[in-house]
Every structure is written in C-alpha cells, then in structure tokens.
C-alpha cells in the first residue's frame, strides 16, 4: 500500500496563472480530504468527499478554488488566478468512511509557491 | 463550533527526558480528540485517537495521552523521548456525535526537539 500519493510535491507558478493538485487516495477509501497548511493559519479544511459526491466545501475560497473527484482512485484541486496569498502546502487525505472517529491518512502534500 | 489550543508552539527537551505536550479544546458535547504528528517533507500521521472509555489511550512509539473532560484537556506524553521523535504534533478535535464530525479542528501544533 502506497499510502495517499499527491503530485506534484512542489508546484511554482505565477501570479495569474492556473495550478492543479492531484490526489491518488488509498484504494478502497470512501472519504477524500483537502486541507491547507500555512505557518500563519496552521492546518485549514478545504473541501470532503464521499463516494467522490462532494459533501462540504465549506473552506474553499469561493471565486479561485475548486475540487473534483472524477472517480475513485483520484481528486484534484485547481486554483485559478493564483495569488501569493495562495502560497502554502495542500494536503489531501484519504479515510476508510466519513465519521469522526475513523484515521485520517495524509499524502505528503503539494507546496504551492505563487510568485 | 470546536477549537483547539496547543499553548506551546516550541519545546525543546534533552534525550531520554520525559515529555508533555498540552492541548485543550473547545466543544460543547462529548468530542473525537487525536494526536498527529508530522515530521519533515512528510504529510501526518496519527499517534492517537480517544472517543470513548478509559481516559488514558495508549498510541505508538509510546506515546499516551489523557483525556480529562472536566478540564478540557488532551495532553500528550512520553516517558522517554528519542532524537526521532523531533517533529510537529498536532492535537484535533471533531464533533462527537455531530452532523458534521468528519471535519477535523487542528491546533497550531507545537514544533519539539529533542537535544542529544
């Protein structure tokens, strides 16, 4: 078992410009996490999925951040127009059901640089 | 809404010290509390989780940590560090028996090295 896979592990790119993180949670996980790590804000929840339905994208900046699940094996999550406030390490995360008390199993994360 | 306070963002102990990290929340019924850790270029990964029944839950590489309702409190510790133990631990809380307990509350996590 490979555990959550995210690539790329470090993502540069300019002001304006488009970014999309890739998230391969593990296999036979029904629940899919995104989280954003900053030094400032610490660890910030993104956006849920179960059963790739999307349930709660209640952090998700509304107008530049989104967040899919095609299908099982894999979710990505796309910024548009990024800004240097966009900066920081996205984390996805993978459990085997939605409830509380279940295991998050966390990817390495994404470091997103935005210059 | 639930909230987490690690008070200590940096502890520094000698090897084969024993160790406490804090950690208290804040949520009005009966809550999912966990320890993660995080060490470097690496995502989390859990040490410990209590939901219910005895207080003191038991996680890897000897860890513990106590849940006492009274206080609000869920302090991690270790009887004996180890230089690899140097990381980030972060407590979190999610609601009980909430709608919405998939959704965890992190701290801002406490930064711990270990000197030789």
């Known amino acids: 078992n490979a555990g959550v896979i995210q690539t790329p592990r470090h993502k540069v790119t300019g002001k304006g410009q488009e970014a999309t993180l890739w998230c391969e949670p593990i296999?036979?996980?029904?629940?899919v996490f995104w989280y954003r790590q900053t030094i400032v804000q610490g660890l910030e929840f993104l956006t849920y999925?179960?059963?790739?339905?999307?349930?709660?994208d209640s952090g998700m900046p509304k107008e530049r951040f989104s967040a899919q699940m095609p299908n099982q094996s894999h979710s990505t999550l796309k910024i548009q127009s990024t800004q240097p406030q966009d900066s920081a390490v996205y984390l996805c995360?993978?459990?085997?059901?939605?409830?509380?008390?279940?295991?998050?199993?966390f990817g390495a994360g994404t470091r997103l640089s935005v210059l | 809404a639930q909230s987490v306070t690690q008070p200590d963002a940096r502890v520094t102990v000698s090897e084969g010290a024993s160790l406490q990290l804090r950690c208290k929340y804040s949520?009005?019924?009966?809550?999912?509390l966990f320890w993660y850790v995080q060490y470097p270029r690496q995502g989390l990964q859990l040490l410990l989780k209590?939901?219910?029944?005895?207080?003191v839950v038991q996680g890897v590489n000897g860890f513990e940590a106590e849940f006492i309702k009274s206080n609000s409190s869920f302090h991690l510790r270790k009887a004996s560090v180890h230089w690899s133990d140097s990381a980030v631990y972060f407590c979190a809380v999610s609601a009980g028996s909430g709608g919405s307990n998939y959704k965890l509350t992190f701290g801002k996590g406490t930064l711990l090295t270990v000197t030789p």
């Open positions: 209590y939901y219910s029944g005895d207080p």
């Open positions: 296999s036979g996980h029904s629940a």
């Open positions: 999925f179960r059963n790739q339905a999307p349930i709660d």
């Open positions: 949520y009005s019924g009966t809550p999912y």
């Open positions: 995360a993978s459990s085997p059901q939605g409830a509380g008390q279940n295991t998050l199993y």
